[in-house]
């Protein structure tokens, strides 16, 4: 058996764990889904099921984009709230149609903007009009209120902060009286004006995106966050109020690969 030298093994080591973190980087974190799920219903009966999908940023229909819509028909969720930059173009508003067309017709959804769409002059139009036909209402600064289960859950759908004009009192004029609050708001840092807003509001929840994770971070620190990030990174932040969910999202910006942020989705039982 031919012996290797201390270099020729450190050589291979290094080669074998430099193939290992570009397939982690370029593959697993972004293909491999990590679906996470919280129950913060607090024994409220019956429970209200929702999925969030943030930071599409769809471009072409793939794999996992099927596994994905396959996995929420299996769940069965009452509603499904889309955070966001779903699409970067106008011309992808058509591949976001063929995911969402997979996905149960029944299952009412409600989205938002994210910056992506105002970057990539989304004709917002024809996005809002796509929606409408997988059962979907794009809210800008609106809300709306529904009842399921014999429970009314009020959604409250902001602007982006980046590329348009969140107005979180506009968003809520003439809002119903629910036990169920919940805000879409795609850039985390609005959260802090919607504090200092509404110190009184009784907002069960906040869901936001926009991050990525950071996209790229080691031992869970980002050393680049978008803009609109604020000091928001990823997961939960309920220790303070309002309490709020910041998905790592689904797809990539900028560059195609993601280490230390894998993609996510997020189930919610409220």
Same mark, same amino acid.
């Given at each position: 058996?031919?012996?290797?030298?201390?270099?020729?093994?450190?050589?291979?080591?290094?080669?074998?764990?430099?193939?290992?973190?570009?397939?982690?980087?370029?593959?697993?974190?972004?293909?491999?889904?990590?679906?996470?799920?919280?129950?913060?219903?607090?024994?409220?009966?019956?429970?209200?099921?929702?999925?969030?999908?943030?930071?599409?940023?769809?471009?072409?229909?793939?794999?996992?984009?099927?596994?994905?819509?396959?996995?929420?028909?299996?769940?069965?969720?009452?509603?499904?709230?889309?955070?966001?930059?779903?699409?970067?173009?106008?011309?992808?508003?058509?591949?976001?149609?063929?995911?969402?067309?997979?996905?149960?017709?029944?299952?009412?959804?409600?989205?938002?903007? *994210?910056?992506?769409?105002?970057? *990539?002059?989304?004709?917002?139009?024809?996005?809002?009009?796509?929606?409408?036909?997988?059962?979907?209402?794009?809210?800008?600064?609106?809300?709306?209120?529904?009842?399921?289960?014999?429970?009314?859950?009020?959604?409250? *759908?902001?602007?982006?902060?980046?590329?348009?004009?969140?107005?979180?009192?506009?968003?809520?004029?003439?809002?119903?009286?629910?036990?169920?609050?919940?805000?879409?708001?795609?850039?985390?840092?609005?959260?802090?004006?919607?504090?200092?807003?509404?110190?009184?509001?009784?907002?069960?929840?906040?869901?936001?995106?926009?991050?990525?994770?950071?996209?790229?971070?080691?031992?869970?620190?980002?050393?680049?966050?978008?803009?609109?990030?604020?000091?928001?990174?990823? *997961?939960?932040?309920?220790?303070?109020?309002?309490?709020?969910?910041?998905?790592?999202?689904?797809?990539?910006?900028?560059?195609?690969?993601?280490?230390?942020?894998?993609?996510?989705?997020?189930?919610?039982?409220?």
């Amino acid at each position: 058996m031919p012996k290797f030298s201390r270099r020729i093994f450190i050589k291979r080591v290094s080669l074998a764990i430099t193939a290992l973190l570009v397939i982690d980087a370029f593959w697993f974190e972004k293909y491999i889904i990590d679906w996470n799920y919280f129950d913060i219903s607090k024994g409220t009966e019956p429970k209200i099921k929702t999925i969030q999908i943030s930071d599409l940023h769809i471009e072409k229909l793939k794999s996992f984009h099927i596994s994905i819509a396959e996995k929420i028909n299996a769940l069965k969720p009452d509603l499904i709230f889309i955070t966001g930059d779903a699409v970067n173009t106008t011309e992808d508003i058509e591949i976001l149609y063929s995911f969402l067309k997979l996905i149960d017709k029944t299952i009412l959804k409600y989205a938002i903007l *994210g910056n992506w769409e105002y970057w *990539g002059k989304v004709d917002v139009a024809q996005l809002k009009t796509m929606y409408a036909k997988t059962n979907c209402e794009l809210l800008i600064n609106e809300n709306r209120t529904v009842t399921l289960k014999n429970r009314q859950i009020s959604i409250i *759908g902001l602007d982006d902060l980046i590329g348009g004009t969140p107005n979180y009192n506009i968003a809520k004029t003439h809002l119903e009286t629910s036990n169920t609050n919940i805000v879409l708001s795609h850039c985390p840092q609005y959260r802090d004006t919607i504090a200092k807003l509404d110190e009184d509001a009784q907002i069960d929840l906040i869901l936001s995106g926009h991050t990525h994770g950071g996209q790229i971070a080691f031992l869970g620190y980002a050393p680049v966050t978008p803009v609109g990030s604020g000091r928001y990174l990823k *997961g939960w932040y309920n220790n303070i109020e309002p309490k709020m969910y910041v998905s790592k999202g689904i797809g990539t910006s900028l560059y195609p690969i993601r280490f230390g942020a894998r993609a996510e989705m997020v189930e919610i039982d409220l």
